[in-house]
């Protein structure tokens, strides 16, 4: 029970922490990413900043900004690694290679999902989907790292048995 009340949630944040500090890290060094990272935020603080001085009441924008900015870390870096903590909770599925690989494919395909259409993606879009990739990856194993990443213990079937009249 502390397991689920204390630990989980507790790896789940550290694990969280550590694959938003690297997605950070990868988006100023990374130069597709920067690119990438750095024409969004441009585009979009200024288009932010002429949405506020043409509103009367600025206070709207600014809450759908950061419902906006919410959403797409929670779909990024909270998201993937939730599903595959519960998952591997439920399943008691607690190995190294599940938890780095299922979290960083789930992260790496996030954008497809979203995408929703069937078309063959460009190189910089696999290049980003792989730094996604590589920052569940880091999310699972930080995971896998505190949660103990041993199997349950589980009572030998010849331990209960008791020799005797």
Not at 1 to 7: A, D, E, K, S, V
Not at 73 to 92: D, H, R, W
């Amino acid at each position: 029970m502390i397991r689920w009340l204390l630990l989980i949630p507790f790896a789940l944040l550290i694990a969280i922490g550590a694959s938003g500090t690297f997605f950070l890290i990868a988006a100023i060094i990374d130069p597709v990413m920067a690119m990438l990272t750095g024409d969004t935020l441009f585009v979009g603080f200024w288009s932010f900043v002429d949405a506020m001085f043409a509103a009367e009441d600025p206070g709207p924008i600014v809450e759908d900004a950061f419902l906006a900015v919410g959403r797409i870390v929670f779909t990024l870096l909270v998201l993937p690694p939730l599903m595959i903590a519960v998952v591997s909770e439920v399943l008691g599925m607690r190995s190294l290679l599940w938890h780095t690989l299922a979290t960083g494919v789930l992260t790496a395909a996030v954008p497809f999902i979203l995408r929703g259409s069937a078309r063959v993606a460009s190189p910089d879009e696999l290049h980003v989907s792989l730094v996604l990739g590589l920052t569940g990856a880091i999310a699972g194993l930080v995971y896998w790292a505190i949660i103990g990443g041993r199997e349950p213990r589980r009572s030998s079937p010849t331990a209960s048995t008791s020799s005797g009249s």
